[in-house]
């Protein structure tokens, strides 16, 4: 199954990208991680990638679009995949269309979850993020079973730099302008699957489950 998270920042797209995989045994791929793995261990591209988005805007098409076609291609890929945050564009959107198809593969759904920005706010300040694995928690909703440590790895646990309000509100922008045009973009080729995201984190799971098939 080679699917696609779509949604706000803050609307659940990890969390529930991380169950999604772990369902259906596919490997979770979230450009964010891997520029903030890339950031962490100081490598050129982290470098280049930070500025964009302490600042909370998106990072140059021609820095993601190559990574993302490099990884989709590799051995553990060949079953399936959840991409996490990408595409966040029209253009990431028609690279990746024409990765896949050199793959000789497609995209089979688009799953959006909706939240509305009110929500999101509330939810954005309560994340903390795990530094090495990337796992996501919520210090009401989804709390870890230890303060600041990791359930999946022992890792410590952050607030993200890019989860100050003002920054939510600039990414929020830059969702509305930039990234939601993909759901009609996706809703055109018939692919698209819309869950309600405001609702517990297990009920979104059972509604995306509900739609991708057991
Ligand atoms: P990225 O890491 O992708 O961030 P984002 O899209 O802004 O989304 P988030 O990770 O903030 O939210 P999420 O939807 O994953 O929600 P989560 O599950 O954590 O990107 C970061 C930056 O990298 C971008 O701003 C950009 O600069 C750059 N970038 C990345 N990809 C790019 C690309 N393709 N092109 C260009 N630039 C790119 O949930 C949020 C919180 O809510 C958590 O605390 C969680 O526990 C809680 N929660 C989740 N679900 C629920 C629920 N149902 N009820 C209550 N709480 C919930
Ligand atoms: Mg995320």
Redesign the pocket.
């Known amino acids: 199954m080679r699917l696609i998270m779509l ?1 706000a ?7 529930q990208a991380a169950k999604v995989a772990a369902k259906y045994q596919i490997p979770h791929i ?4 891997i ?1 903030r793995a890339n950031i962490k261990n100081g490598t050129e591209l982290g470098k280049k990638a930070k500025s ?2 302490d600042a ?4 140059p098409d021609e820095l ?1 679009c190559d990574l993302v076609a490099d990884r989709i291609a590799q051995e553990d890929c060949s079953r399936g995949f959840i991409l ?5 564009t029209i253009p ?1 959107a028609e690279a990746l269309d024409a990765a896949v198809e050199k793959l000789g593969t497609k995209i089979d759904y688009a799953v959006d979850i909706e939240v509305p920005d009110e929500n999101i706010i509330e ?2 300040g ?2 903390r993020a795990c530094l090495s694995c990337g796992a ?3 210090i009401m ?2 709390a870890p079973k230890k303060d600041g440590i990791c359930d999946t790895c022992g890792g410590e646990l952050v607030l993200r730099d ?1 989860d100050k309000p003002e920054t939510v509100k600039k ?1 929020l922008d830059v969702y509305h302008t930039q990234t939601q045009p993909l759901i009609d973009y996706y809703s055109a080729r018939g692919n698209l699957l819309e869950v309600d ?1 405001t ?3 297990e009920d ?1 799971f059972a509604s995306i489950v509900g739609k991708l098939g057991e």
């Open positions: 949604g920042p803050g609307a659940g797209k990890g969390t979230s450009t964010g991680d520029f964009y988005m909370g805007g998106l990072v993601v996490d945050g990408f595409p966040r990431q939810r954005m309560g994340r996501t928690y919520h909703f989804n890019d990414r995201g609702q517990g984190l979104v």
